[in-house]
């Protein structure tokens, strides 16, 4: 049995109206369906913390020759207290206190806002030294300057100040 073959021709003007007419009826199909989406009315908006809680009913067995069963009341749940906030504590300044007493230390950063220099402190407590290694000192002249130490030796503060170079922090240095 031999197959058939069908050979359809398109002038240009006909492949023109063809792709006019497919582009036609995809915007009619969107037009259509943001005005059905218009026309449709939005839910109510519902608040959660508004509704009062609905008691769960507790699953009920039955027993042969069993004493009623009373249910138990639900206990209401109270919002959970926010954790107490630290109180801010004042910063020592540079000329009183020095850093932990000695050592060499790494300055990070100095910035003229607090919160600029507890976001850097941040990132670098995410490269892995401890809060406690870490500070934030406020400067007489309205600066803060993220320093890292102490170190017990140069050697030791010369490395972390070239990882902290390589981690972005190029302004860092070392402090005697």
């Not at 063809?18 to 995809?26: D, E, H, M, R």
């Not at 630290?86 to 919160?115: F, K, T």
């Not at 190029?170 to 005697?176: C, N, Q, S």
Request: no cysteine; charged share 20%; hydrophobic share 40%.
């Amino acid at each position: 049995m031999s197959g058939r073959y069908f050979e359809v021709v398109l002038s240009g003007r006909q492949f023109g109206l063809l792709i006019a007419a497919v582009v036609g009826l995809v915007g009619v199909a969107f037009v259509l369906g943001i005005g059905v989406g218009v026309l449709q009315p939005s839910p109510p908006e519902v608040h959660l913390a508004a509704l009062p809680p609905t008691p769960v009913p507790s699953p009920v067995v039955e027993e042969p020759m069993a004493a009623p069963v009373e249910p138990t009341p639900q206990p209401t749940v109270a919002p959970a207290p926010s954790p107490p906030r630290e109180p801010e504590r004042p910063l020592p300044r540079l000329g009183h206190v020095q850093p932990g007493g000695g050592g060499r230390w790494v300055q990070v950063a100095a910035l003229s806002r607090r919160e600029q220099a507890d976001g850097v402190r941040q990132r670098v407590i995410a490269l892995g030294f401890t809060a406690a290694q870490v500070v934030i000192q406020a400067t007489g002249e309205g600066k803060y300057r993220v320093r890292l130490g102490p170190f017990p030796d140069e050697e030791s503060a010369r490395r972390v100040t070239s990882r902290l170079h390589a981690e972005g922090f190029t302004g860092a240095f070392l402090v005697r």
